[in-house]
């Protein structure tokens, strides 16, 4: 399976599109960590704890993608984009959101 940010794939011709195809990912968050990604924001300085949680998040996102896509019969899946975001529970949790979507296509 080959997934793609691009429209079209180098030396392959598309023959069909079978549709759009989107994953969704969704964290909660973890109150040792927000604390101490506040106490990073603070003094300045990357948060590592939640950068390797949107890099988890987009790989698995990124995975489901790919499952639904072959559940279509895909070849690949091009035009890819990734979204991240939140959404607020109330004022204690929030829980983070990465999307994936994209075309789902055969090639010949």
Do not use: H
């Not at 969704?24 to 603070?42: H, K, Q």
């Not at 704890?49 to 949107?54: N, T």
């Amino acid at each position: 399976m080959i997934l793609s940010t691009t429209s079209a794939l180098e030396g392959k011709e598309i023959t069909s599109y079978l549709g759009v195809v989107t994953a969704e990912v969704v964290y909660g968050s973890n109150a040792l960590r927000d604390f101490f990604a506040g106490i990073r924001d603070m003094i300045g300085g990357r948060t590592g704890a939640y950068e390797r949680v949107f890099e988890r998040g987009q790989k698995d996102a990124l995975d489901e993608l790919e499952k639904r896509a072959r559940k279509l019969g895909a070849d690949a899946v091009v035009g890819i984009k990734i979204d991240t975001g939140t959404i607020n529970i109330d004022e204690t949790g929030v829980l983070l959101l990465i999307t994936a979507s994209g075309t789902a296509i055969t090639f010949g």
